[in-house]
């Protein structure tokens, strides 16, 4: 696995960093809209301006067409040639020629030889002489016959609308410019604030892989999604610190419980070699060992398993079944040892709706339970067992005993394998019976918990009923 590294330089990091990689695709999306918005106020204002100037000329050669009408070439003649003087430096042109091409008053001193467009719109250049800056100038004027033969061209000097075409786009090119540059400088200081929270989680990261299981992520309290990976990844942490002591603790418990059977079953095995003995107390023997190994087996395929049950690989025989009629038979099963123990089992219960599960598990469970609970009561002691269902969703299996109880200090290590509330451990078992009700509680979705039942303990098996589809 690729780690950072840190004495890479940091330009290298942006560079390689998702963060960068994602800036700078926003940046393109976010600068492509900047040129469409561009465009359209673009198309906007100078597209505009050349529509007003267009619509300008057209309303002039309208007007001047019908006093051309009413007055004849001498009234058109008059009043181009006043709007000529009023304003001699104005942008408009004016051009009036009779049949034969020759110019009669106008500020051009000659007919286009241009070839108009399908609506009489020509493009022209103005020289130098006719403009006030000595520059030539870019012009549109718009051709028009009038009865008699005369021409007239009415036009403007577009050099303005140029101008202001030029300026619309360097201002929106600075716009655009500053935009990426702007956006660009975002994304490099967010990117590096991101990248530093990533090497402190990558530096965590191999502190712990170091073999330092006390780090943990660092947090800013922010809430924002780095946080709650951080999070997680300690919960995760924490989680695999308590399974690695309770690997810890099964692998000691394992040497410690172990050790005994496997030293009688030592032992027995070299008195069986023993030459002086007949052959009824060799066998006797053997018959020993038999059984120690009978024992070790037992404690080992229990541990299996338990791992099987937890690793949720037993589903497949799960069933629709009648949890009244499992207690019914657990409690049948058990009332004869009650019996000869002088205890005496109370078994209250409604029906309850069926649950999905592995009867044989489950079985196991409450066979587990309330063997305890007649193991640790005493004499003549009571065991009380309730099936309830309290809502519709819910069922709630209660036993409880009049042993001694657990103190609450170690009603959680109960469930721990190879636990023993007996350190002596001179009771029969090998400390696998809760553990092995929890890892079946767990594959059922079972929340199991442990009260003081005053006497004794209490224990509730809170089933979730669910929905059938």
């Known amino acids: 696995m690729q780690f950072l590294n840190p004495e890479e330089p940091l330009y290298m990091k942006l560079l390689r960093s998702t963060t960068i990689k994602l800036a700078v695709l926003y940046l393109l999306l976010f600068t492509s809209s900047v040129l469409v918005l561009s465009g359209f106020l673009y198309w906007a204002t100078a597209g505009y301006m050349e529509r007003q100037a267009r619509a300008t000329i057209e309303a002039e050669i309208q007007g001047l067409s ?89 036009g403007r000097d577009m050099q303005y609308l140029r101008n202001m075409e030029l300026l619309i786009l360097e201002a929106l090119g600075w716009g655009v410019l500053l935009t990426t540059l702007l956006g660009l400088a975002g994304g490099l200081w967010i990117g590096r604030r991101f990248l530093r929270r990533v090497e402190l989680l990558d530096k965590t990261a191999q502190e712990i892989m170091a073999g330092d299981m006390a780090q943990r992520m660092p947090l800013r309290g922010s809430d924002d999604e780095l946080d709650s990976l951080a999070r997680t990844l300690n919960q995760m942490l924490d989680r695999i610190t308590q399974l690695m002591n309770g690997v810890k603790q099964v692998s000691d418990n394992i040497a410690h419980d172990m050790r005994t059977p496997l030293s009688r079953l030592r032992q027995t095995l070299e008195t069986a070699q023993d030459s002086r003995l007949d052959q009824p107390e060799q066998q006797l023997r053997v018959e020993q060992a038999v059984q120690e190994a009978d024992q070790l087996l037992g404690t080992f395929n229990a541990l299996l398993r338990i791992g099987n049950i937890e690793a949720r690989r037993q589903r497949q025989a799960f069933e629709t079944l009648s949890l009244n009629q499992l207690v019914d038979d657990v409690v049948e099963l058990y009332e004869p040892i009650a019996e000869d123990r002088q205890q005496q089992i109370h078994y209250q219960h409604n029906q309850v ?72 451990r001179t009771t029969p078992g090998n400390g696998l019976g809760l553990s092995l009700v929890r890892a079946v509680c767990d594959l059922h979705d079972i929340e199991i918990q442990l009260h003081n039942g005053n006497p004794g303990t209490e224990v509730k098996l809170m089933v979730t009923v669910k929905a059938e589809n």
């Open 66 to 154: 019908e006093r051309y009408e009413h007055t004849g070439l001498a009234g058109l003649s008059l009043l181009i040639n006043q709007r000529l003087k009023r304003n001699p430096t104005s942008a408009s042109i004016y051009l009036l020629v009779d049949p034969n091409g020759k110019r009669v008053i106008g500020n051009l001193d000659r007919w286009p030889q241009v070839d108009p467009d399908s609506q009489g719109w020509v493009e022209l250049r103005l020289s130098s002489d006719k403009v006030l800056d000595d520059k030539s100038h870019p012009a549109r004027a718009q051709l028009f016959t009038l009865r008699g033969g005369f021409g007239l061209l009415v």
């Open 353 to 424: 709706s069926p649950i999905q599960g592995d009867r044989n598990m489950l079985f196991q469970v409450l066979a587990n339970l309330l063997d305890n609970a007649l193991k640790y009561s005493p004499e003549q002691g009571q065991i009380n067992i309730s099936l309830q269902q309290p809502a519709l969703n819910c069922i709630e299996l209660s036993i409880r005993d009049s042993g001694p109880g657990i103190p609450d200090e170690l009603r959680d290590k109960v469930f721990q394998r190879f636990y023993r509330l007996e350190e002596s």
